[in-house]
């Protein structure tokens, strides 16, 4: 199975602070890769897919970037409502596989 | 507009089965493929099976092939998860969620559902 590896596992924050989180595909998966977004007692939502388009409705505050198996996820601006925790997806290779997770907090 | 709603969670005991339901609405159900996804209880997402909008692929992840089965009735615009032999670590949320390209899909989770809890108790 293909592992995927976020980091960090958490991070402080404040409102306005531009934040990236980081995802390594153990084997090349190409540009198949997802970002979500879930808050507590809710389900994910979609805000990337292929590596690096948005989801329609997401904000533009959103963006993504890939350079070979490392993948990222950045918030330009963080808001009240971005808290939450963050997960990518390799779509490549069944079975399809979540990183592990990443907890954006109110600092 | 596009709406899931999974049922059938609940508790059950060590070995036996259960059956989850996803109903869907909002969209053209025969041309999409849906997934399950499950969450343990405080952990990350798993995904765990999905069935091809014409019925005609199926996969899973290892640790349910062979306990758990996916299926659909576009009639009824509903997708079926059996699961026998539930064990402790099957406890989770089970979200069903909507591929977001239809046909072939692209095994993106664009819509889900709001989830329902199988917890595995004696």
Redesign the interface.
């Given at each position: 199975d293909i592992q995927m590896t976020q980091s960090p596992s958490s991070v402080s924050a404040s409102v306005g602070d531009r934040v990236t989180i980081t995802c390594r595909a153990s084997q090349g998966i190409r540009n198949w890769l997802a970002w979500y977004q879930q808050k507590p007692g809710k389900a994910p939502k979609l805000l990337i897919y292929a590596a690096s388009s948005l989801q329609s409705g997401v904000p533009s505050r959103f963006s993504a970037s890939e350079s070979g198996t490392d993948f990222a996820l950045t918030i330009t601006s963080l808001q009240p409502e971005d808290f939450a925790t963050y997960y990518c997806q390799q779509a490549n290779r069944f079975p399809w596989t979540f990183g592990q997770g990443t907890k954006v907090e109110i600092k | 507009q596009v709406q899931l709603v999974e049922s059938g969670g609940g508790v059950v005991q060590p070995g036996r089965s259960l059956r989850l339901s996803c109903a869907a609405s909002g969209f053209t159900f025969n041309h999409y493929a849906i997934?399950w996804?499950r969450q343990a209880p405080g952990k990350?997402?798993?995904?765990v099976a999905?069935i091809s909008h014409d019925d005609s692929k199926k996969?899973?992840?290892?640790s349910v092939k062979g306990r758990f089965t996916i299926s659909r009735d576009n009639s009824r615009n509903t997708v079926y998860l059996e699961m026998r032999s539930l064990s402790a670590g099957d406890t989770a949320v089970y979200?069903c969620?909507r591929d977001?390209d239809y046909g072939l899909g692209?095994?993106?989770?664009?819509h889900?559902?709001?989830?329902t809890l199988v917890t595995v108790s004696s």
């Open positions: - | 997934h996804v990350g997402l798993e995904w999905v996969e899973y992840v290892d979200y969620a977001r692209s095994y993106y989770f664009a889900w559902g709001q989830g």
